[in-house]
């Protein structure tokens, strides 16, 4: 029988320079309840270092209102614009600098690894991972950035990851994995 997680505050956010998406779900029992879930717009802003501020203060803000437990961020993957990834390693950094202010734990999810842990597949779409998140969680609307979505889908996939080291061990096929994760599989 595996061991049902403590109940659990967890912040997911898929950085960004021009849109920071966040997700809050508290992980009570098998199944985690959204909190919240939304956008930081930063297209308003010219100057790059003010985008990084603002990033920032959004985040502090987010720990400060919702005390979560732990803090899961998409990890910045490998792109052919140099100048696009360091903003984004930037953002991504100020966002865990802001965690580290509040002595949140980090942990770190490459974009493949959580639409794989969220739709079973690593190269889903934006959009199939947010349908997932909208089915699993019940959302009564979809956002309108997805980023909003993928923040959350950080949050999840942190939450599954967790699951997953406190039970009994993992599936040694998919009907056993169906068997195990009924909420999981549409």
Same mark, same amino acid.
């Given at each position: ?46 100057? /790059? ?5 603002? =990033? ?10 919702? /005390? ?45 690894? =959580?639409?794989?842990? =969220? ?68």
């Amino acid at each position: 029988m595996a061991k049902v997680p403590a109940e659990k505050i967890i912040l997911g956010i898929d950085p960004g320079t021009t849109v920071m998406g966040y997700g809050i779900i508290e992980a009570k029992g098998k199944t985690p309840v959204m909190l919240a879930m939304g956008v930081l717009e930063l297209s308003k802003y010219s100057d /790059h270092y003010l985008k990084l501020q603002k =990033i920032f203060e959004r985040v502090v803000s987010l720990i400060d209102y919702y /005390h979560p437990d732990e803090l899961a961020i998409e990890a910045p993957f490998y792109g052919k614009n140099v100048q696009s990834m360091l903003k984004l390693g930037r953002a991504q950094g100020v966002a865990m600098a802001a965690a580290l202010s509040r002595s949140l734990p980090i942990f770190e999810y490459a974009p493949l690894r =959580i639409k794989q842990a =969220i739709t079973g597949r690593g190269n889903a779409s934006k959009e199939q991972v947010a349908l997932f998140l909208q089915q699993y969680l019940k959302l009564q609307e979809m956002p309108k950035y997805l980023d909003a979505t993928d923040g959350l889908a950080a949050a999840v996939c942190h939450f599954f990851q967790k699951q997953n080291l406190v039970s009994s061990g993992g599936a040694k096929s998919w009907k056993e994995f169906m068997r195990q994760n009924p909420g999981r599989v549409k």
